[in-house]
């Protein structure tokens, strides 16, 4: 157990639902990720805070898709309007502040979503 | 041309085995490197960094050659318990943000 947790740990849905997932990271950790992981394939960024700004995101995050940090804390990503394609292992990562460019990130056990 | 770049495997191999695994990057100014070890249906969990001069940790070693941008893992005396999908992690590419690239993955499968 690295620290990061995540809710809910499964979600089944139907397809134009909304969802919700959330992400509690290590508690000094401000940077924090999500990353998408589907299946026979590595994780793939999603976005990015460092404390309550959204720095980075990425093409893959539709406009469907929106993360928020708002305390510099927990973060949530609502996907609205689900497809199928949104099915997938949502995955939460921390990291402390350090210098330079390395930073090691932990992951939480993830959210594994189901669009019917 | 994908970022990172390994060969899926499944390597399957007998308990005791030694194992290596290959994986190349395409940005020549990518910083930190890194092995992550994933168990079926769990989050990643880092293995190891890789750092140019090579690094050991039990009995895992780790290589980068930055000329040729490809980075190793050698397994030796490999047990039942490594048996995972290994995923070579590139990170801070300049301009990339602090995110994590990972490959698909190798998977190794250790056999009695």
């Known amino acids: 157990d690295t620290g990061v947790s995540q809710d809910p740990r499964h979600k089944i849905t139907k397809r134009g639902q909304n969802v919700t997932f959330r992400c509690d990271p290590i508690?000094?950790?401000?940077?924090l990720y999500w990353y998408r992981q589907t299946l026979g394939q590595g994780p793939e960024f999603l976005t990015y805070?460092?404390?309550?700004?959204?720095?980075?995101k990425s093409r893959l995050l539709s406009d469907r898709f929106s993360a928020e940090r708002p305390k510099g804390s927990f973060s949530t990503l609502e996907i609205q309007r689900t497809e199928q394609g949104d099915s997938a292992m949502y995955l939460c990562?921390?990291?402390?502040?350090?210098?330079?460019?390395?930073?090691?990130?932990?992951f939480g056990p993830g959210t594994r979503l189901t669009v019917l | 041309r994908k970022e990172v770049e390994q060969d899926p495997g499944p390597f399957n191999v007998p308990e005791g085995a030694t194992v290596a695994f290959n994986c190349t990057y395409s940005?020549?100014?990518?910083?930190?490197f890194f092995w992550y070890r994933q168990d079926c249906r769990k989050e990643p969990k880092l293995l190891m960094s890789v750092y140019s001069s090579g690094n050991e940790d039990g009995r895992f070693t780790a290589q980068l050659n930055r000329a040729s941008q490809y980075i190793s893992l050698l397994i030796r005396d490999s047990k039942l318990s490594d048996s995972a999908t290994y995923l070579c992690?590139?990170?801070?590419?300049?301009?990339?943000?602090?995110?994590?690239?990972f490959g698909t993955g190798t998977q190794l499968k250790v056999e009695l």
């Open positions: 805070f460092q404390n309550e700004a959204q720095l980075e």
């Open positions: 508690s000094e950790h401000n940077r």
């Open positions: 990562a921390s990291s402390p502040r350090v210098t330079g460019h390395t930073d090691t990130q932990y």
């Open positions: 992690v590139v990170n801070g590419i300049p301009g990339g943000g602090n995110k994590l690239t």
């Open positions: 940005n020549s100014a990518s910083q930190s």
